[in-house]
């Protein structure tokens, strides 16, 4: 796995409130959303790590987030309405539960109170969209289509140790 982690630089520019603003912050570590309405978004590698009370079983994961720009804020942020601070994953009501559901399955998809243990999220969320892009890359590859404009990304990681790298 890849380490490039430079940290958490404080970048805005994307979100523009009535009055735009470009302002460097070097607080980008506890505040994401300025007073005057600026939101800084983590570049780089961010450490998604399992919650305080959890005792891991796995080692932490790298998420490269600026390299996922291609892809909506919404769709990772999806309760986001383009204007308040972001929330975090594991926000209170959200993705913070930390025991195992009991029957967290409803025709084969994890029911919504499921998706409130942080792990199913985040493996719904990240997994998922990683194996059906090597999905739709290997269906692209075994046919015969000669379509030029279809790029898949080089690697995504969907096993375990890709995304959990061994201790
Ligand atoms: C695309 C990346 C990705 C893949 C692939 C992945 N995970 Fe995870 N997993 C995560 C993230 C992100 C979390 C939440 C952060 C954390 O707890 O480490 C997580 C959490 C976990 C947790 C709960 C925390 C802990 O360490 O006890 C376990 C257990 C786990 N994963 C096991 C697995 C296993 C087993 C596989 C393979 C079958 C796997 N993961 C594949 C990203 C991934
Ligand atoms: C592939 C999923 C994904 C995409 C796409 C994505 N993000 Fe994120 N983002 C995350 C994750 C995961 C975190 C870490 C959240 C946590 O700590 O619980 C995060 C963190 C953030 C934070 C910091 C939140 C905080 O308070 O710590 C901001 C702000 C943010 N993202 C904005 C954006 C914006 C703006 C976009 C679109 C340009 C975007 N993100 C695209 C997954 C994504
Ligand atoms: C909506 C789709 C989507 C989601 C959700 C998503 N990813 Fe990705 N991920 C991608 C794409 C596309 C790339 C390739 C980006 C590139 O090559 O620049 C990628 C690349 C990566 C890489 C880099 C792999 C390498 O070889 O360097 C890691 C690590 C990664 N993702 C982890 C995660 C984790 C952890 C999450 C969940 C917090 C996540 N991703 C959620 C689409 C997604």
């Not at 940290?7 to 070097?26: E, F, R």
């Not at 399955?105 to 090597?134: D, P, S, V, W």
């Amino acid at each position: 796995m890849r380490r490039i982690s430079i940290g958490i630089l404080c970048l805005m520019a994307i979100i523009m409130y009535s009055s735009p603003l470009v302002v460097a912050q070097d607080d980008s570590k506890t505040k994401s959303q300025g007073s005057d309405g600026t939101i800084c978004i983590p570049m780089g590698n961010l450490t998604i790590k399992a919650p305080e009370s959890v005792t891991p079983l796995r080692t932490p994961v790298d998420f490269p987030h600026s390299r996922h720009f291609s892809q909506s804020c919404m769709k990772c942020h999806h309760t986001w309405d383009g204007n308040s601070p972001v929330k975090t994953c594991t926000t209170s009501g959200c993705h913070d539960q930390v025991d195992v559901p009991k029957n967290p399955l409803k025709e084969g998809m994890f029911t919504k109170e499921a998706m409130k243990y942080y792990k199913y999220a985040y493996h719904n969320q990240c997994r998922e969209c990683h194996r059906n892009l090597k999905n739709q890359k290997k269906r692209f590859t075994d046919s015969t289509s000669t379509t030029a404009d279809t790029s898949f990304p080089e690697s995504v990681p969907t096993g375990c140790v890709e995304c959990h790298p061994k201790g």
